[in-house]
C-alpha cells in the first residue's frame, strides 16, 4: 500500500486528459484514416462482423473445430475438438438439450436408477393384491421400463404388452387417463389405469382386472385365487 503522500504524488503527476483536456476532443477522424483503419481490420471481423477479433483460425493457440448436428433439431452448430471427442450427444442449446433428455429413455432410466425410487404405499398395497391372486403384473416404477420419457407403474412379466397404470387421486386429480393410454398405444402396450379410491373395493377391482385381461388376451377368462385371500388386506 502507498502512504498518502505518496498516492498524493501519483495523482499529482496524472493530467485529466478526459473531455475538453483530451487533444482529441472534438476532433473527428479523416476519411483517409478512416479507410486506413478499415482495411487493416479486414479479414478479422467475428461471424457478426462488428468488431476485431482473434477467434478461430485468426488466434495463435487455435487447435481446429469443426460443425456437428444438435442432437435434438438437427442445427449444424460449432464445436471445438475438445467437445466433440467422445461426445454421443451435442445441442445447439439448453433447450433442447432439455427435450431431448426428456425424451431419451436410457437418460431418465439412469436418473431414476440414481434417485433409488421405491413404490409408495399404494402401489405396494396393489403389488401385495396382484400377487396374492395370480395376475402377472411386478412394479416397475422404479425407472425399469421407461416408454418415450414415460415410466409405467405396473408391465405384464410374463411377455404380454400390458401395463397397468396406478393414480393418486391428488396428484393426478383432473387428469384423463385416455390420454395415458392413448400415448403407450403408441409402444404396442394396453394400459389400464386404476385409480387409488379403487382399492377401497377390492373384489370390484379384480373384475376390472379379470375384464382387462380378457380384452387384451381373447382366451378364457383366467382363474385367479381366493378372494378371502385378498380381503385380508383391507
Not at 477479433?53 to 487455435?62: F, K, L
Not at 418415450?148 to 383432473?174: A, M, Q, S, T
Request: net charge positive.
Amino acid at each position: 500500500m502507498h502512504s498518502i503522500e505518496t498516492r498524493k504524488k501519483i495523482s499529482a503527476n496524472h493530467h485529466d486528459v478526459s473531455g475538453k483536456n483530451n487533444p482529441m476532443y472534438g476532433k473527428k477522424p479523416s476519411a483517409e484514416t478512416r479507410a486506413l483503419w478499415s482495411q487493416q481490420r479486414k479479414g478479422n471481423k467475428n461471424a457478426c462482423g462488428k468488431r476485431h477479433s482473434i477467434s478461430g483460425e485468426n488466434n495463435p493457440n487455435w487447435r481446429g473445430g469443426g460443425e456437428v448436428p444438435c442432437a435434438f433439431c438437427g442445427k449444424e452448430i460449432w464445436k471445438r475438438p475438445y467437445n466433440i471427442l467422445g461426445q454421443e450427444n451435442l445441442f445447439c442449446s439448453r433447450e433442447c438439450m432439455g427435450k431431448w433428455q426428456s425424451q431419451d429413455d436410457e437418460f431418465i432410466r439412469k436418473i431414476m436408477k440414481s434417485c433409488a425410487i421405491k413404490p409408495n404405499k399404494r402401489e405396494m398395497e396393489l403389488q401385495a393384491l396382484f400377487e396374492l391372486t395370480g395376475f402377472p403384473y411386478t412394479y416397475v416404477g422404479d425407472g425399469r421400463l421407461i416408454l418415450g420419457g414415460k415410466c409405467p407403474d405396473y408391465v405384464n412379466f410374463r411377455g404380454r404388452n400390458k401395463l397397468i397404470e396406478l393414480y393418486g387421486d391428488y396428484w393426478h386429480r383432473g387428469e384423463d387417463p385416455n390420454e395415458r393410454i392413448e400415448y403407450f398405444s403408441e409402444f404396442g402396450f394396453d394400459t389400464l389405469v386404476i385409480w387409488e379410491s379403487e382399492l377401497k373395493d377390492k373384489n370390484l377391482l379384480l373384475s376390472r382386472l379379470e375384464r382387462f385381461e380378457e380384452e387384451i388376451n381373447g382366451n378364457a377368462r383366467r382363474k385367479t385365487k381366493s378372494l378371502s385371500r385378498v380381503k385380508r388386506l383391507d
